[in-house]
Every structure is written in structure tokens, then in C-alpha cells.
């Protein structure tokens, strides 16, 4: 079975993650391109600090969209989460300062420290992704995640964020208790809205991008992995949370995996591999595994890129 359908009209956003270095990059680009030379326009965002799609593309890419192919409607972005937070000051600054200094004398600063917070950079960065698949400027965005652990925090961080956001609202007035029975009764200084509906709206956006990342027709997620115990155990782990977020992976992608085996070594790692692919296959039924084979060439230019994509695609 191919790896994904490269017509399907719903599909807006992939998501394609696993552990450094087992190919992420190599594959978002791959399918990315595979896409783009299906006539639809595509953009392949990078969020991983490594910068990695100029180096594959032998092109500097940078943070803002570029078309990366004469030939093909595919563009590129590398977003760092300097200018993730950036723009999250943009968007939540004023409203947070508003929430706070109604009750508090704070500097702006303090929207820096609310800033820090764990969980507001992957938010944003979600929110930021899906602003631009709603856009409606590209047909379909692919997403090189940063590697695992990162995705996986990301993934629940919309309530993390919500929380934080209170938690950080009440701790600064200091009014935990007192919080819940004003919340909707104090009118912000110079505002039209309430607390409740700042913070309402705070939520609403949380749940939108939740509502986004579960639709399983629009988001879907590749998992990239060696057929090593190492990669299965990563598997293993992306799998759990992800279902226990309830989300479903549909595509496995084994790379590295060794094809011919003429000697002693080569032979000896195919043996192992075998046995960690049979894990993988015997424990994830349900879900489509795509092998892609360890190339004796470094992946690099679009000539390189479209010989995987094509090896993602066959049969
Ligand atoms: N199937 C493959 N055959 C040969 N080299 C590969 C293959 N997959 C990945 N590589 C190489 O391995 C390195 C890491 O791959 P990359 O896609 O950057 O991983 P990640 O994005 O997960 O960190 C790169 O140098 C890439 O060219
Ligand atoms: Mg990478």
C-alpha cells in the first residue's frame, strides 16, 4: 500500500515526526515534493531548531515562505521559536498585560515571563501551522517536526497553555479563590470585554486547535523510525501518547533499512533489522508501514529527493 493519497482533497495538514535523525526531513521533503508534482501547491514547514530544509534543498529557505522548485508549486519555511514567540507576544501581549494590570501594577514585561512558560512556543507554534492551513494559500501543508519529545509535549499543550494562562492570571493577583466569583463580573480597564471573556477566548482558540489535530481527515501523522530497539521503543512511546491523546497514527515509515546484503556486516544488520520490523509489523496491525531503504548516496537536491519520494510511493 502506497504511503498516504496523494489526491485526497481533505488532507491539509501531515505531520511527520520521530527521533533525530532517522529521516524526518528526508521524508517530509520527499512527500512534500511527491505532492507538489501532483499539481497541488505545498508548503514544507520546518520546525525543527537544526535547520535542515536548506541543507536538502541546497537552498537557503530561511522564515519566510519560498518558493523552493521552478518546476513545482512547493514552498518552504523554517520557523525558529524566536519568532513563534514573537508573534504569540503579538497575539497575547496586549490581552494578557490588559488581564493583569487591571489588578496589578506590572510592567509589559511581565508578558515576557508569562512567555516562558513550558508549553506556549509548541501552542503557538500549532496555532501559527494552522493559521496558515486555513489560510487557504496552499492546497496542503507538510510539517517536519522537531524531533519526538518535542511533538509529544506539543501535543497536550492545549490545555497546558489554557491552564497556564489562569494559573499565571490568578497567581499574579493573587486571588485563587477569590477568582472564580469575579471572573465574569470585572470589566477590564479601557476594554469592552470581560475577564471571563478573555479568557474565553483564550480557550475557544485552545479548542480550536485540538478540534484541528484530531480531525482525522485533515491532519494526519507519519511516524519516521529504524528498524532498531531504539526506534521501536520511540515508536512505541509516540503511539501511546498519541493515542492517549487521542490521536491515531496511520503511517509508520522504516527507514535505513538495508536492501542487498553481500557481506558479512551488511548481512548481519539485515538480520537485525528483520527482527525489529517483524516487532513493528506484529504489534502495529492497524497501521500502514512504509520501508524506505538506506540509499549509498547522500540525499540532497530535488533529483535525490524525488528518487525517495518515488520509493515512498511505489507498489
Ligand atoms: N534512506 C536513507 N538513505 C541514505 N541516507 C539517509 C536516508 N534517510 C536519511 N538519510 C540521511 O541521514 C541524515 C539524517 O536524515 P534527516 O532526514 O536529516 O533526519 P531528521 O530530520 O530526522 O533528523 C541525513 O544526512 C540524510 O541525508
Ligand atoms: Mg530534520
Redesign the pocket.
Known amino acids: 500500500m502506497g504511503l498516504i493519497n496523494l489526491t485526497d482533497k481533505d488532507l491539509k495538514l501531515l505531520m511527520v515526526g ?1 527521533k ?8 517530509a521533503s520527499s512527500i512534500a515534493l511527491k505532492f507538489a508534482m501532483e499539481g497541488k501547491k505545498v508548503l514544507l514547514i520546518s520546525s ?1 531548531p537544526t535547520p ?1 530544509l536548506s541543507d536538502i534543498f541546497e537552498i537557503t529557505i530561511g522564515d519566510r515562505e519560498k518558493k523552493i522548485s521552478n518546476e513545482y508549486e512547493l514552498y518552504g519555511l523554517e520557523i525558529s521559536s524566536d519568532i513563534v514567540l514573537a508573534r504569540w507576544k503579538e497575539r497575547f501581549g496586549p490581552e494578557i498585560y490588559e488581564v493583569i494590570s487591571s489588578f496589578a501594577k506590572v510592567d509589559y514585561d511581565f508578558v515576557d515571563y508569562v512567555g516562558t512558560a513550558p508549553g506556549i512556543e509548541e501552542e503557538y507554534m500549532l496555532n501559527f501551522i494552522i493559521e496558515l492551513v486555513e489560510g487557504g494559500k496552499y492546497d496542503i501543508v507538510v510539517w ?1 517536526t522537531a524531533p519526538a519529545g518535542h511533538t509529544l509535549r506539543l501535543l497536550q499543550l492545549p490545555h497546558l497553555f489554557l491552564r497556564h494562562m489562569e494559573a499565571a492570571t490568578k497567581f499574579y493577583m493573587g486571588i485563587y479563590d477569590y477568582f472564580e466569583k469575579i471572573k465574569d463580573a470585572v470589566r477590564l480597564r479601557g476594554s469592552k470585554r470581560t475577564l471571563l471573556e478573555i479568557i474565553s477566548s483564550w480557550e475557544a482558540l485552545s479548542e480550536k486547535i485540538v478540534h484541528f489535530i484530531r480531525d482525522r481527515n485533515k491532519t494526519k501523522y507519519i511516524i ?1 523510525t529504524i528498524p532498531e530497539a531504539l526506534g521501536v521503543r520511540l515508536t512505541d512511546r509516540v503511539i501511546k501518547e498519541f493515542s492517549e491523546n487521542n490521536l491515531l497514527v496511520e503511517n509508520i515509515i522504516i ?2 533499512v538495508v536492501k542487498d546484503a553481500d557481506c558479512e556486516f551488511h548481512m548481519k544488520r539485515k538480520k537485525m533489522q528483520e527482527y525489529y520490523m517483524d516487532m513493528l509489523e506484529n504489534r502495529y496491525r492497524d497501521i500502514n508501514m512504509v520501508t ?4 549509498a548516496d ?2 540532497k537536491g530535488v533529483e535525490k529527493i524525488k528518487m525517495v519520494g518515488g520509493l515512498l510511493f511505489s507498489d
Open positions: 520521530g533525530g535523525g532517522v529521516g524526518k526531513t528526508t521524508c525543527d535542515s517536519d519516521v527507514n535505513h524506505l531503504y538506506l540509499s547522500e540525499i
